[in-house]
């Protein structure tokens, strides 16, 4: 955690974070793991809406896995790699669920809460700590995906 003092954060509030962004990280990697399943196997009269849909998807996941690992590396710690370790943490499980439209759709919305609610976690911990860094991060993914759900929702007519 020797980052901890050029960014002007404690040692302690740093390893804090970045265990509870490695949690982050691990259900993300489910999560994009799960998305590029659904693209690859989706089958049915759905297919032309919603494989490249995934893919928009899985390619934005993909992303913030990239900044999570990194913001993780920031705060002076080591980002989790292994799948073995995220499937011990992750809370979003793998799905052999990817062939149905709306059964990936449905696992995509559960998805979505669950690191929604891990981001607001972050945001309450990160505000205590002055991360403004991490914190920034955190609101702007719940911006974009709050839009997700909706948009995800009202395919499924909810």
């Known amino acids: 955690m020797k980052n901890a003092t050029l960014i002007g954060l404690k040692e302690t509030d740093c390893k804090t974070i970045a265990e509870k962004l490695n949690v982050l990280l691990a259900n993300y990697s489910v999560f994009y793991q799960n998305t590029r ?6 089958k049915g009269d759905q297919f ?12 934005s996941l993909v992303l913030k896995i990239d900044e999570i690992a ?4 920031t705060l002076g710690a080591t980002p989790a790699h292994n799948y073995s370790d995220y499937l011990q943490i992750s ?19 559960n998805s979505f809460k669950v690191v929604i609610e891990l981001q607001r976690e972050l945001l309450e911990i990160t505000e205590k700590a002055g991360d403004e860094g991490t914190n ?20 499924l007519g909810k």
């Open 37 to 42: 399943g659904s693209h690859w196997n989706i």
């Open 136 to 155: 920034s991060q955190m609101s702007d993914y719940i911006t974009e995906q709050e839009k997700e759900v909706w948009m995800y929702s009202s395919y």
């Open 70 to 73: 990194e913001r993780i590396l």
């Open 91 to 109: 809370t979003i499980k793998e799905s052999k669920e990817v062939s149905d439209g709306n059964k990936s759709v449905d696992l995509i919305l």
């Open 48 to 59: 032309f809406t919603l494989h490249p849909k995934f893919e928009e998807l899985y390619n």
